[in-house]
């Protein structure tokens, strides 16, 4: 199977950590994709810092990119801003039918300016949204989120939610346990749901604070069972009423919300990699009953169990 191609257009005034994340995230995949950098004329780009970064390629690089992603770079939202100049409508009209397209940030402003976006749900950076909402009202934005997949076209709100979109496609293309250990390799979380809060208002712990890091892998390890929250409680060494607070600070949910997400994503990790019936993954995820498990997998992916499972494996099979 060949290697899918991953193009980063770095545009000038790019940020350098966005810049860096597809080759990071794709390329720790190995030889699942083939990851290139270019820019609109092959010259080197100026970042949003005080140094400059030397790409390799044109935007002929374009032409056979699988997936093309666009990071951020310095702009100014409120302040006049030509989105679309010919070379980069040029640029962007050499992606392929097909092919994917993704924007982080800010960067959204050119997929929006592109029309891309006419008629779709999108996301982009929160600061930046009730301007981007008067800039393009034909896009239906939505800046509570960390990221939107609609298909061939991405949006991620921004910073590290890029990471969060990039894992999500590699999990998309080739399942959970190829993006967790992606995740693993790079140190990142493995999953934040695309439509987890995109900014929680809490502060960081001090160090001396207990926190519910020991329980929470407690209870991945539990999944199996019913948890309920005294329990949780208890193993934290905490009162319910302190256990839920500093929960809710350090992960923006509740437990029992974390709870359901985990189990979604171990539900999803074995209809992927194993055959068990799905009474048994319902089982096995703690859901009870294939009914309970197929309600909460229809309304986190939008299909049940099987249909998954099918789907996921028609998209894996060698080609």
Excluded: K
């Excluded at 810049?19 to 080197?44: K, N, Q, W």
């Excluded at 390799?185 to 439509?195: A, D, N, Q, S």
């Excluded at 939008?302 to 494996?313: D, E, H, I, K, L």
């Amino acid at each position: 199977m060949a290697a899918h191609r991953v193009v980063v257009l770095a545009l000038d005034g790019v940020y350098p950590f966005e810049l860096s994340i597809p080759s990071r995230i794709f390329g720790t995949a190995g030889p699942l994709y083939e990851v290139v950098t270019c820019s609109l004329d092959g010259a080197p780009v100026r970042t949003g810092y005080d140094f400059s970064v030397t790409v390799q390629h044109d935007a002929a690089a374009i032409d056979t990119a699988d997936t093309l992603v666009v990071p951020p770079f310095v702009c100014a939202p409120d302040g006049p801003r030509d989105w679309l100049p010919a070379p980069l409508a040029a640029a962007l009209g050499r992606l392929r039918p097909g092919a994917r397209i993704v924007s982080i940030c800010t960067a959204s402003y050119v997929l929006g300016a592109a029309g891309l976006l006419d008629g779709r749900r999108a996301t982009t950076h929160w600061n930046d949204a009730e301007h981007f909402q008067r800039t393009f009202p034909a896009v239906d934005v939505d800046a509570s989120v960390l990221f939107i997949d609609d298909g061939d076209v991405l949006t991620a709100a921004g910073a590290a939610s890029g990471i969060d979109v990039c894992l999500h496609l590699i999990r998309r293309d080739h399942g959970s346990a190829v993006a967790n250990r992606v995740a693993r390799l790079c140190v990142v979380p493995p999953w934040r749901e695309g439509g987890q809060a995109q900014y929680i208002d809490r502060p960081v712990p001090s160090p001396a604070t207990a926190t519910t890091a020991a329980t929470r892998q407690w209870a991945l390890g539990r999944l199996d069972r019913p948890i309920s929250l005294a329990e949780l409680a208890a193993h934290a060494q905490m009162s319910v009423r302190t256990f839920s607070r500093r929960f809710r600070e350090e992960v923006g949910m509740t437990s029992g919300q974390w709870l359901t997400r985990q189990r979604i994503e171990h539900a999803r990790r074995l209809l992927e990699t194993t055959d068990l019936p799905v009474d048994r993954v319902a089982a096995e995820a703690g859901f009870g009953t294939a009914a309970s498990m197929r309600q909460h997998l229809a309304g986190a992916i939008g299909v049940p169990p099987m249909a998954y499972r099918n789907t996921f494996r028609a998209a894996t099979a060698p080609a």
